[in-house]
């Protein structure tokens, strides 16, 4: 079964540094997604991705937040300056949206700004 | 704001019971509608998704959806303690992006 992969797995950073977060989507997926899960809450909605460029962002996604697809198959997220409310799981998924389609989450990177 | 709302629980189901877990949305242009199901520290996993009215059933599982009631469920039959997770029900609208809901905790006990 096609799996999104992520990594790391978990991140420790200290408050104010630059984390980047790796994914490698489905290779035949089209749409790219990040969400975070603060611990205990919903998973919450930040940027999707189409055709290497932004095509929705939330209102949690600001200029601290950025996407880039650098090669073929890496999709990373990059938050430059990290604060404390920025501890949670973050999740990639991927959509191929053809047939019977879901999204495709992969297994997340915990991060845990101190 | 598009809502998604569940019932926390927890809901708590004998095994070998049917567990239905419950969703409302509040976006009447949705048209997909996804049931994932989260172990605790570890990411969604797709169970379902259901995009015309009426049941569609997947092994064990059953999603039932009303878009009339904007009312989307998912049935569990023959509950097993591995069912035991947090059911996440996810609606998308015309922007191809889903909205989740706070998630139902599910406890099957032997």
């Known amino acids: 079964e096609p799996e999104v992969t992520q990594t790391p797995s978990h991140q420790v950073t200290q408050m104010g540094q630059e984390v980047i977060l790796r994914c490698v989507p489905i290779?035949?997926?089209?749409?790219f997604y990040w969400y975070r899960q603060i611990l205990g809450q919903k998973v919450e909605f930040l940027v999707s991705?189409?055709?290497?460029?932004?095509?929705?962002k939330s209102e949690i996604f600001d200029d601290q937040f950025s996407v880039e697809r650098p090669d073929g198959s890496n999709f990373t997220l990059k938050i430059r300056s990290t604060k404390l409310e920025d501890s949670a799981m973050y999740f990639c998924?991927?959509?191929?949206?053809?047939?019977?389609?879901?999204?495709?989450f992969g297994s997340g990177t915990r991060l845990t700004v101190v | 704001q598009k809502e998604v709302e569940q019932n926390s629980g927890p809901l708590s189901v004998p095994e070998g019971a049917i567990a239905s877990l419950n969703c409302t949305y509040s976006?009447?242009?949705?048209?997909?509608f996804f049931w994932y199901r989260q172990y605790s520290g570890k990411s969604p996993e797709l169970i379902m998704s259901?995009?015309?009215?009426g049941d569609k059933e997947d092994g064990r599982f059953t999603a039932q959806l009303n878009k009339a009631s904007q009312y989307v469920s998912l049935l569990i039959r023959d509950s097993q303690p591995s069912d035991s997770a947090t059911y996440l029900c996810?609606?998308?609208?015309?922007?191809?992006?889903?909205?989740f809901g706070r998630g139902t905790s599910l406890i099957v006990h032997p």
């Open positions: 998924a991927s959509n191929g949206r053809t047939g019977n389609y879901g999204y495709t």
């Open positions: 290779s035949n997926h089209l749409y």
């Open positions: 991705f189409y055709n290497n460029e932004i095509s929705e």
């Open positions: 976006d009447r242009g949705s048209q997909s």
């Open positions: 259901i995009y015309s009215n």
């Open positions: 996810a609606v998308e609208g015309g922007s191809y992006i889903p909205t």
